[in-house]
Nanobody, 117 residues
Framework: QVQLVESGGGLVQTGGSLRLSCAAS????????MGWYRQAPGKQRELVAR???????MYADSVKGRFTISRDNAKNTVYLQMDSLKLVDTAVYYC???????????WGQGTQVTVSS
């Protein structure tokens, strides 16, 4: 079992920045990958960015060049630095992870990000 705790959401104006954090309850090396997903009202949850145990990363096209995913292995924490925020980035952001041994997915409780004009 892995618990994921997100923090760092809030209200920001367009063009602003926020940094989200996701702390895992055990070593992130026991996880195949960790990532950030978001769900806007009336829409399906979508991938924002992922970071794999190898350190490789992937991003949704809509956030490339604006968002950066990183990790701190010692703190078992993954971050999402969000710059040049747009109105369309408004959503609940969820941290997700996949167990390396079982493939089981885990989710955090979500954190609201609201971008205003």
């Amino acid at each position: 079992q892995v618990q994921l705790v997100e923090s760092g959401g809030g209200l920001v104006q367009t063009g602003g920045s926020l940094r989200l954090s996701c702390a895992a309850s055990r070593s992130i090396f026991s996880l195949n990958d960790m990532g950030w997903y978001r769900q806007a009202p009336g829409k399906q949850r979508e991938l924002v960015a992922r970071i794999f145990s190898s350190g490789s990363t992937m991003y949704a096209d809509s956030v490339k060049g604006r968002f950066t995913i990183s990790r701190d292995n010692a703190k078992n924490t993954v971050y999402l630095q969000m710059d040049s925020l747009k109105l369309v980035d408004t959503a609940v952001y969820y941290c997700g992870a996949t167990s390396r041994s079982t493939g089981m997915p885990y989710w955090g409780q979500g954190t609201q990000v609201t971008v205003s004009s």
